[in-house]
């Protein structure tokens, strides 16, 4: 039976309720005789600074890189509000991602059709939607040096923050995209801002070159991001796969799942480089949602985005395609049949508990 | 009779068709005796590059340097995508902001009831819908150096945009938003992402501090910037006036304008300080959507936007608030009344003409 070293990290706020869920799957796949999952345990994010005054431990941080796939759950909370910069929450996710060199962030936008009816678009422009963000993660604006305030001589302060991309970081995430959608639509768009940065102009460049050399076959169309950002309000299943940088990804992937109404449902994914000798790459996978520190600990939570990150995990990183496929089957199935946390039930229907939740699609697998 | 000196900029596109129908309001305004307007024509652009090798002269510089405000309609369009990128239409307008000084981009996102069922939302959820966002326009990663790309040695490239943001700058543009937040529901929501951008830890700093010192009295929210997004899409109701800087703004007054359903219809002002000595301040006014070369020279385009923006010249620029009420009201009138041109008409509905548009609003005056 092939066994899987799995490092769990589930943070703060709602991150530990959803993460005990999927221990739930890991049992079930173990009694199945399906794997093996080696499960550790550590802190990231404000119970990481609690612990040991830094959002992720050097320990961790060694473990992360050790495991076969890396379980993030969600980080932050107005607890850690005031705390120095370089330690606040999310810094222990920036590290992982940078560390682990997770280049390429997949963050699918899918509509559940039980839950079509909770997006405030019109039923018509999200049912049956399905795209996917391909959002570059370890360069840009989030990394790049000089990074500082610095105080001027005449008492102001000067923020800057840099913008930076080269052709090779350009060249990995444009491929990345296009392998996905040649198992897909076959269709990408790509998302800058030529028309004012000259990174935009360089992406722009590169990834048109990518699909020249690389993936003729596959549909290229450029798109300024604001524009993109409409386009995703007015149509989004114009789309297949968009692939854009760090920080236009992180607002247009944001964009994306709030239109699906199933904010509470999405994984992701966040791949490094393949290890040209194992054939390996260091993964970590983590819910589209955030802490939410106003319902934690009350067992009010939506699982699903969490059971799905490990259903990600499947596919991605454990090659269990068929179990992930049963997996998101057995997820579609408990929403069919009516099953609802909070977050998606209507207005007075009844809700069940994110360990019911948890419960009930391991009772469907 | 108060005499003002406009420059009108039609730049590319559908840009000559709606600044036609402007004119026909100036020409309202002298017959009726409300007001004298001086104005000049200029070219912005495209068509300046191909009249002068440049997207706008130091002539037309000049001229808008000395006017009352300048009259901006839409750059842009595929015949000039090979133009060095120096000269790409959109330097025009760039070089109009950046040298105007023209620090503070309003742009309203008001739903038109009539219109409400064109949105792609619901109707609960843009009815009655009227936000500002307040977009900071002279700094940021448009105009922070470095900004470049250079050639590694091993050939690849490396792109680099510099995101700037000092005190001053952050202090003006907030002090705008509180100020018109004060003549309206006084709650002023600033997004940026502070947890990954120092810019935006300066920005909230700032923004607290004036908020603080200068209008306790106003509601203040801070919002991360991708979150803004999902809550324009999710509850757009919820915000009053949004504070942003350049590239955040470029994106959330894009998704803004797009829930109402009325992307043609939204006009913007972009003012410069004012002058401590004169009273006066410089300022640009232009519709937020762009040149549309698809469907330019045909007469399908929707001119209310530029009628809109002129409203807001009116306001801002000229001090005839009465007359922008006015013309405001002709043209809820004429969208109460029925007309609609081919991008707000029921599909198989009859549309009426640039021209026939700007006419019934005329009328309607
Ligand atoms: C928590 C934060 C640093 C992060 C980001 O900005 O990337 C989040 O918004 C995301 O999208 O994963
Ligand atoms: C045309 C372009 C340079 C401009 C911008 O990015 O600011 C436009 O998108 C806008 O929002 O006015």
Chains 1, 2 share one sequence.
Not at 142 to 152: N, Q, W
Not at 259 to 287: C, H, I, N, Q, V
Not at 323 to 339: F, H, K, Q, T, Y
């Amino acid at each position: 039976m092939a066994s899987f070293n799995l490092l769990l990290l589930p943070g703060d706020g709602i991150g530990p309720e959803v993460a005990a869920e999927v221990e739930k799957l890991v049992k079930w796949f173990d009694r199945q005789g399906l794997a093996r999952f080696e499960v550790e345990h550590d802190l990231v994010g404000g119970a990481a600074y609690d612990a040991h005054g830094a959002a992720i431990s050097d320990a961790a941080m060694a473990r992360a890189e050790a495991a076969d796939a890396v379980l993030f759950g969600a980080v932050g909370g107005p607890k850690w509000d005031g705390v120095p910069y370089a330690h606040r929450p999310e810094a222990g996710l920036l590290r992982l991602r940078k560390d682990l060199g997770l280049f390429a962030n997949l963050r699918p936008a899918i509509c559940y059709p039980a839950l079509a009816d909770a997006s405030s678009l019109k039923r018509e422009h999200v049912e049956g939607l399905d795209i996917v963000i391909v959002r570059e993660l370890t360069g840009g604006v989030y990394f790049g040096e000089p990074k500082e305030i610095v105080t001027l001589e005449n008492g102001e302060k000067r923020a800057v923050d840099t913008q930076l991309y080269t052709t090779h970081e350009i060249e990995r995430i444009a491929r990345v995209a296009f392998e996905l959608a040649a198992r897909r639509r076959n269709h990408v768009a790509s998302a800058e801002k030529r028309n004012v940065m000259r990174t935009g102009v360089l992406w722009n460049e590169v990834v048109t070159r990518v699909h020249k050399d690389e993936y003729p076959g596959a549909r290229l169309e450029h798109v300024l991001a604001d524009n993109c950002a409409m386009q995703l309000v007015r149509n989004p299943k114009q789309y297949d796969v968009v692939v854009t940088d760090n920080l236009f990804g992180d607002i247009l992937s944001d964009v994306a799942a709030m239109l699906t109404g199933s904010l509470g449902m999405l994984p992701s994914a966040s791949l490094g480089a393949e290890d040209p000798a194992t054939g390996k790459r260091k993964a970590l996978y983590e819910p589209v949602h955030g802490s939410a520190p106003d319902i934690a600990g009350q067992g009010l939570a939506n699982p699903i985005a969490m059971l799905g990150s490990f259903g990600m995990a499947l596919r991605y990183s454990f090659g269990l395609v068929e179990a992930a496929d049963r997996l998101e089957a057995a997820i579609a199935s408990v929403l069919a049949a009516g099953l609802r946390t909070r977050d998606i039930a209507a207005p007075g229907a009844n809700a069940v508990s994110t360990g019911e939740m948890g419960d009930a699609v391991v009772a469907a697998l």
